[in-house]
């Protein structure tokens, strides 16, 4: 008994300690810009201060077969007349990308504390034709400010928070064909030393899925490709042992 309170206690105080440290890890500020977007995982909240009027931008990783879903909620000062907000997101090319369904633009009434915005994106497609506008895997972009506000409301201080889902649509979503890499834009370059001299590389953004870029390519599709030929299988074996029965004389 004395081993497991002394357990126990040392449990209790290793979650004591991990938990500010995984407090820590959520990004508490937002970029100004596609270049300085901060960086969140899927699943993972994001917090930011910031004034009316300003760009805020995070960006996250979308792999192929996923339908993401971002929500935004933006805090507001006590005092402050009607405003518009909009969310936004972007692809790796930074093309803006349609809503599938969600508010994405959204009027808080006056001296409202807060509104709320959401936006689902359609199905990551792996491959795409060139002049098409389809979500394809790699980084995207949130973009979240206000649209509409009066000049006295210009600066107030406001607070978001934003958070990214996705959900894994499956073998419904696949297509026959996927892109050589994920457009996933270079963040930073940085030096090489080689025996002809110095160059330069980029370097890529770090977000990734957790299992790794087209981590999705296992999907129902296959099962339901399996399960269809074994069945196809067995329809053949029981036609030919049908047609052979019937065809022997009776009597036989």
């Given at each position: ?9 040392a449990?209790?105080?290793l ?26 995982e ?13 760009y ?10 996923s339908?993401?879903t971002?929500?935004?909620?933006v ?29 994405q ?56 928070t ?30 090489e030393e ?18 790794g870029w ?19 299988a ?19």
């Amino acid at each position: 008994m004395r081993i497991t309170r002394v357990l126990g206690a040392a449990l209790v105080l290793l979650g004591v300690a991990a938990g500010p440290a995984v407090a820590a890890d959520a990004p508490t500020e937002a970029g100004t810009s596609f270049r300085t977007a901060t960086e969140i995982e899927q699943g993972q909240e994001a917090t930011a201060s910031g004034s009316a009027g300003d760009y805020l931008y995070w960006s996250f990783p979308a792999d192929s077969g996923s339908r993401p879903t971002v929500r935004a909620t933006v805090g507001l000062p006590q005092a402050h007349a009607a405003e518009t907000w909009q969310l936004d997101v972007y692809d790796g090319l930074r093309r803006r990308q349609a809503c599938q369904y969600g508010a994405q633009t959204r009027t808080a009434a006056r001296d409202a504390s807060s509104v709320e915005l959401a936006c689902t994106l359609r199905t990551v497609r792996g491959w795409s034709e060139p002049w098409a506008d389809d979500p394809l895997p790699g980084t995207y972009y949130v973009r979240l400010t206000v649209v509409d506000l009066t000049a006295t409301d210009l600066g107030l201080p406001v607070s978001a928070t934003v958070e990214v889902s996705a959900k894994d649509i499956g073998g419904s979503a696949a297509v026959d064909g996927s892109l050589a890499q994920p457009l996933v834009p270079g963040i930073a370059v940085q030096p090489e030393e080689s025996e002809e001299g110095s160059s330069s590389s980029a370097v890529l953004s770090a977000i990734e899925p957790e299992d790794g870029w087209s981590s999705g390519w296992w999907s129902d599709r296959w099962v339901w490709t399996a399960a269809g030929g074994a069945l196809a299988a067995l329809a053949g074996i029981g036609g030919y042992a049908l047609t052979r029965g019937s065809g022997r004389p009776q009597g036989a």
